[in-house]
Every structure is written in C-alpha cells, then in structure tokens.
C-alpha cells in the first residue's frame, strides 16, 4: 500500500510540474498577444486623417460590401436588385407557370440609363429570360471585392497582427527534466510486481513531454485582424451617419425610391424586411429565386457526383 501511495504522490507530483510550466508559458504567451495589439493599435491612422466623404466616392454598392465586413459581395447583388425594383426598372410577377419572380418592368423609360454600373446593366439582361434572384451573386459581384482590396478598403482572412512568440522556456524545462524523472521511476518501482505501472508510467511521461516540445499557435486567433481595413472602417462609419434616418428600427413609412438601396446597404436584412414589408409580392419573388438556385446548385452536385462514380 505504501508504494502505491508513493507512485501517486509522484504522478500527481509531476502533473502539478507540468500544469505550472503550462500556466507559466500561458501567462507569457498572453502578455507577448496584449503587446502586440497595444503596437498595432498605436500605430493605427489617426481618424481625423480620413478622407472627407469618402462613402460618397465609394458609391452605395461598394459600401454594402464594406458594411457586410466579410470579404463577400452578395450585399452588393441585392443592392442593385432593391434599387432597381424600389425605381420600377424590375417589379414583381409571375412565370408562365404561375411562380412569383422578378421581370422587367414595360416601357422605354423603365431601363436601366445609358450610364448605368455594369452589373445593373448585366442583371437587366439577365431579367430577359429568367428571374435574376435565381443567378449566384458571386458571379455578377466578383470584381468589387477586388477592387476594395486593391484600393486598400479590404484585407485578407488570413492576416494577423505581427506577432513573435515568446519562447515556451517553462515546457521546454520540464520537457528536459522528464526524461531523467521517467528513468527514476522505473529505477524506483524496478521490482517485478510494479515494472508494468513503472514502464507505463514512464512512458506516458515521456509522451508528455514530446506534447510539451511542440510548437504552439504561431498566430493566435486574437491577432486575426478583420477583413475590413482602417480605411475601411471609416467608410462605414461616413455611410453610417450619413443614412442614418434611414434605420427600419425607427421608421415606419416605406422607403422613397432613392432610400432604399442606401438603407438595404447600411442596415442589411432589417432593412431589406421593411422595404419588402412596403412591396407585395417582392420577398416572394426572392425567395423562389433563391430557392431555384440552390435547387439547381444541388442537381448540378449530384450530376458531378454522379460522373465522378462512373467514371
């Protein structure tokens, strides 16, 4: 009994030594993550270094790309849409077979102008023959991200604060003492009745201590930096107090035809409910859109699937 009181008090012995050198190196590890963000946030631009009305510059479609903050420009799709359809351009109707969709609205003057974005331009084409709620966003929006981010306004997923790690000096030591400490239990339980506890023991230690050697997080997720840059984030804010009368959560007659976009890019789904709250049948047409795109999307998968089995 007295022995196996001796191997646990040596095994939690050794836990309490690495729990310590862990603690320790997590400590540090923190403090190198708040020094790193404390740099970064004093060598952020100054806000009143900012380009005055650069929202404007920007235009309400990139904005909806910023505000969305993910890299991502689907907002900037339905922008376009609710624009298009708060100007009567595109309205609400029905498909031959009777299923709510967007269509081009008649007349000469419900089109887009000559001087129109291309991608107002391409959505009207594609208005001709089906309902452009149904087409990937993706593939009308693309060269805006790009653009944002050759401009400056977006960054990378991947990017993170400059950070240098600290040296794991506290796993290291005890990583180093656990080879010696491993030997010493065999040596102190060698006799036949205890070897197997003595060998086990000694080789889980010495599992530990290669856990202990490997390298820790290079980049925590707390040095991620978000998509939106500085610039960015100042084009927001402008976009922000500019609309601001435009909040759903504080109005509650619809949108005038040159207010909804701006609402829909700034506030986003809130926004979009309201203005649809306003335009029977719209929300309708979206959702059948939506829905025939991912019906397509998942037959398109099982046909690649189905090639792929068959060779």
Same mark, same amino acid.
């Given at each position: 009994?007295?022995?196996?009181?001796?191997?646990?008090?040596?095994?939690?012995?050794?836990?309490?030594?690495?729990?310590?050198?862990?603690?320790?190196?997590?400590?540090?590890?923190?403090?190198?993550?708040?020094?790193?963000?404390?740099?970064?946030?004093?060598?952020?631009?100054?806000?009143?270094?900012?380009?005055?009305?650069?929202?404007?510059?920007?235009?309400?479609?990139?904005?909806?790309?910023?505000?969305?903050?993910?890299?991502?420009?689907?907002?900037?799709?339905?922008?376009?849409?609710?624009?298009?359809?708060?100007?009567?351009?595109?309205?609400?109707?029905?498909?031959?077979?009777?299923?709510?969709?967007?269509? %081009?609205? +008649?007349?000469? /003057?419900?089109?887009?102008?000559?001087? #129109?974005?291309?991608? !107002?331009?391409?959505?009207?084409?594609? $208005?001709?023959?089906?309902?452009?709620?149904?087409?990937?966003?993706?593939?009308?929006?693309?060269?805006?991200?790009?653009?944002?981010?050759?401009?400056?306004?977006?960054?990378?997923?991947?990017?993170?604060?400059?950070?240098?790690?600290?040296?794991?000096?506290?796993?290291?030591?005890?990583?180093?003492?656990?080879?010696?400490?491993?030997?010493?239990?065999?040596?102190?339980?060698?006799?036949?009745?205890?070897?197997?506890?003595?060998?086990?023991?000694?080789?889980?230690?010495?599992?530990?201590?290669?856990?202990?050697?490997?390298?820790?997080?290079?980049?925590?997720?707390?040095?991620?930096?978000?998509?939106?840059?500085?610039?960015?984030?100042?084009?927001? %804010?402008? +976009?922000?107090? /500019?609309?601001?009368?435009?909040?759903? #959560?504080?109005?509650? !007659?619809?949108?005038?035809?040159?207010? $909804?976009?701006?609402?829909?890019?700034?506030?986003?789904?809130?926004?979009?409910?309201?203005?649809?709250?306003?335009?029977?049948?719209?929300?309708?047409?979206?959702?059948?859109?939506?829905?025939?795109?991912?019906?397509?999307?998942?037959?398109?998968?099982?046909?690649?699937?189905?090639?792929?089995?068959?060779?």
């Amino acid at each position: 009994m007295i022995v196996w009181f001796a191997w646990a008090g040596y095994v939690l012995g050794y836990a309490a030594l690495v729990a310590g050198a862990v603690a320790l190196d997590n400590r540090a590890r923190a403090k190198a993550v708040a020094e790193a963000l404390a740099r970064y946030e004093a060598g952020k631009p100054d806000p009143v270094d900012a380009v005055p009305d650069d929202d404007l510059r920007l235009g309400i479609t990139r904005i909806a790309v910023l505000v969305q903050g993910d890299g991502e420009a689907h907002s900037a799709f339905w922008t376009v849409i609710i624009d298009m359809v708060a100007r009567g351009i595109l309205k609400p109707g029905t498909t031959y077979d009777g299923k709510p969709t967007l269509e %081009r609205s +008649a007349g000469s /003057r419900r089109r887009p102008a000559p001087d #129109a974005s291309d991608m !107002e331009q391409e959505i009207w084409s594609l $208005a001709y023959s089906k309902n452009p709620a149904s087409v990937a966003p993706h593939s009308v929006t693309y060269p805006i991200a790009q653009n944002l981010f050759a401009e400056g306004y977006l960054r990378g997923r991947g990017v993170f604060v400059d950070f240098k790690a600290p040296r794991p000096v506290w796993p290291w030591t005890v990583a180093a003492l656990s080879l010696p400490l491993a030997a010493l239990v065999v040596f102190l339980f060698l006799h036949w009745r205890y070897a197997p506890v003595a060998g086990w023991t000694a080789l889980a230690m010495i599992v530990v201590a290669w856990a202990l050697t490997m390298p820790g997080d290079v980049s925590p997720e707390a040095l991620r930096l978000p998509v939106l840059t500085e610039r960015g984030e100042e084009a927001v %804010r402008q +976009a922000r107090a /500019r609309h601001a009368h435009l909040d759903p #959560a504080k109005r509650t !007659e619809p949108y005038a035809p040159e207010e $909804a976009a701006a609402a829909y890019a700034v506030f986003g789904q809130d926004a979009y409910h309201h203005f649809a709250a306003h335009m029977p049948g719209f929300s309708a047409a979206v959702d059948e859109g939506i829905g025939e795109r991912r019906r397509n999307a998942a037959a398109e998968e099982r046909l690649r699937t189905w090639n792929t089995f068959n060779g």
